[in-house]
Nanobody
Framework: QVQLVESGGGLVQAGGSLRLSCVVS????????IHWYRQPPGKERDEQRE???????????EYADFVRGRFTISRDAAKKTVYLQMNGLEPEDTAVYYC?????????WGKGTLVTVAS
């Protein structure tokens, strides 16, 4: 059973930083691309989640335009953990942040961690 557990969210002032963690269990972690998504308030449908960043097995990364240069995704294979370092946070970054992995054609999501950025 694949499980993902996010942590590290909280309340921060605009311009501040947070580091989110996503621990993955029950997955061939070393063989999967891991993604961070976010779901802003008022966007309640799952399909309204926004892709924030992705990291592939070889370490290559991709970022959404709205976070590029501010957020950094990384992975620690030994800990089966993916991180999202978020700097220069803006009120528009307020959202529930989720990590996701696809294994054998099925998507697995964590329960999310809430990030609130105060202006």
């Amino acid at each position: 059973q694949v499980q993902l557990v996010e942590s590290g969210g909280g309340l921060v002032q605009a311009g501040g930083s947070l580091r989110l963690s996503c621990v993955v269990s029950g997955s061939t972690f070393s063989m999967n691309t891991i993604h961070w998504y976010r779901q802003p308030p008022g966007k309640e449908r799952d399909e309204q989640r926004e892709l924030v960043a992705s990291i592939r097995v070889g370490g290559s990364t991709e970022y959404a335009d709205f976070v590029r240069g501010r957020f950094t995704i990384s992975r620690d294979a030994a800990k089966k953990t993916v991180y999202l370092q978020m700097n220069g946070l803006e009120p528009e970054d307020t959202a529930v942040y989720y990590c996701k992995v696809n294994q054998y054609g099925a998507d697995y999501w964590g329960k999310g961690t809430l990030v609130t950025v105060a202006s």
